[in-house]
């Protein structure tokens, strides 16, 4: 079965967010591979009781402890004392350690600072990890039924440290198990309808544990599976994904890395058909999000950015009528966007976006987040409104507009 960790980050520099904490995300990837699941990441400042509290309470509650930062040889380093202190052990200097930072600076052809000399304690019961790449040796050191693992806070140190030392060990103990996770995307529905749509998978304790993320209109269904084997925990994921493709049906457009753009121009492709854009709160957007897929000039024309007035009326051939009538921002404005792109253009599909981005520009007929998106093709014409909410940031709303756009051409291509 899988084991328990915890992931502890020490620096005042990472509580005052003046660096980000990548450490964890990076060892929590490498112990899913080994089949260890890390229940918490924990972020404590340079404070030697509350470290060494830290370190008590880990090791009481977690199999394996993963520490990084506070190594070096400066007083704010605390690492070292808060683990001799937690295991009530006395700091001895560690001989090999020693002799390996010397060889460490003689190759640089430079004396070791006195200073440095620190870096070669340990606590009497513990063993030091070589660190084949920089001065400070990590500790490995056994508390109550935990294994504590302390490695330095610079991240190709700590992560060629776990790689050389660490891993082996882990993957030893570790009895064959595995931890796979896997990413379904979807697009066109809320995390809540799509919660009460997999409710009964998504039950706490069941292997795979599912669970569900939201990020500006997109919503991510994460699978873990645990099993014996790759093969074992590979079936469970296969399981939990045709039953989700099952349930979503359309919502779901991808997996893993795939982007709306990406599926959208895939579909395009393979019909031979050409999309070209025409966008106003967008601003290109749409544009970009599919010229950033390799490969879309297979499909994609290009488009025109119609900003003001004066390139919609210009350059796409949008009516004054229409504008003076309905606005700019109107089902009727998208529409004749739509429709002059296409005939411009000469493509099989066009994307029209127009709406109202803010924070400035809403009224109370036409509020921030109003955008309409429209697709033009040979049988017609389609224009949906979308509230993409009068509080949303700017940049929320036109990531939205433009994926809502996206997922209108795909579910059309999917009809
Ligand atoms: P050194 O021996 O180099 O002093 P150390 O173990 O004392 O290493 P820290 O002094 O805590 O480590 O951190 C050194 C640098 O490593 C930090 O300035 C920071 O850039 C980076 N670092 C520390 N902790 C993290 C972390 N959790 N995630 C990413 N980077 C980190
Ligand atoms: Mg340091």
Redesign the pocket.
């Known amino acids: 079965m899988t084991s328990n960790a915890w992931i502890l980050?020490?620096?005042t520099?990472?509580t005052l967010g003046q660096?980000?904490?990548?450490?964890?995300a990076w060892l929590s990837h490498r112990l899913a591979e080994l089949g260890i699941r890390c229940e918490r990441h924990v972020t404590v400042a340079d404070d030697l009781l509350a470290t060494r509290d830290l370190l008590r309470d880990a090791a009481a509650r977690a199999v394996i402890v993963l520490v990084?930062?506070?190594?070096?040889?400066?007083d704010d380093?605390l690492?070292r004392q808060a683990l001799a202190d937690a295991a009530g052990q006395p700091l001895v200097e560690d001989a090999a350690s020693l002799e390996q930072m010397r060889e460490f600076f003689a190759a640089r052809n430079r004396a070791m600072p006195d200073r440095n000399r620190v870096?070669a304690l340990r606590p009497a019961a513990a063993r030091a990890i070589p660190n084949s790449v920089?001065?400070?040796p990590g500790i490995r050191l056994e508390l109550g039924s935990a294994v504590i693992y302390a490695l330095?806070?610079?991240?190709f140190?700590m992560r060629t440290m776990f790689d050389e030392f660490v891993r082996p060990e882990l993957a030893a103990r570790g009895g064959g198990a595995v931890l796979l996770a896997r990413r379904i995307r979807c697009y066109g529905s809320t995390e809540s309808e799509i919660g009460e749509r997999i409710a009964d998978l998504m039950t706490r304790g069941r292997n795979p544990e599912v669970g569900t993320t939201a990020e500006l209109g997109e919503i991510g269904i994460r699978i873990y599976a645990s099993g014996d084997s790759p093969a074992q925990a590979e079936a469970l994921l296969d399981r939990d994904e045709a039953e989700i493709r099952e349930r979503l049906g359309r919502v779901v457009y991808g997996r893993e890395s795939d982007t709306l753009a990406g599926v959208v121009g895939e579909l395009l492709a393979a019909r031979g058909q050409t999309l070209a854009t025409a966008e106003s709160c967008t601003g290109g957007m749409v544009s970009t999000l599919l010229t950033d897929v390799s490969g879309s000039s297979r499909y994609y024309l290009g488009g025109v950015v119609a900003y003001d007035n004066r390139v919609k009326l210009g350059v796409l051939g949008v009516r004054s009528e229409t504008i003076a009538e309905h606005g700019a921002v109107s089902a009727a404005g998208c529409r004749e966007m739509a429709d002059g792109a296409r005939a411009r253009l000469a493509a099989d599909y066009v994307l029209a976006t127009t709406g109202i981005a803010g924070p400035t520009g809403g009224s109370a007929a036409k509020p921030v987040g109003l955008v309409y998106v429209g697709l033009a093709h040979a049988g017609g014409t389609i224009v949906r409104e979308l509230h993409l909410g009068a509080a949303s940031p700017r940049d929320s709303i036109r990531v939205r507009a433009s994926r809502g756009a996206l997922n209108l051409l795909r579910l059309h291509l999917l009809e």
């Open positions: 980050s020490l620096g520099e990472l660096s980000v904490d990548t450490n964890s990084t930062g506070g190594l070096g040889p400066t380093d690492t870096r920089g001065t400070a330095p806070g610079v991240p140190e």
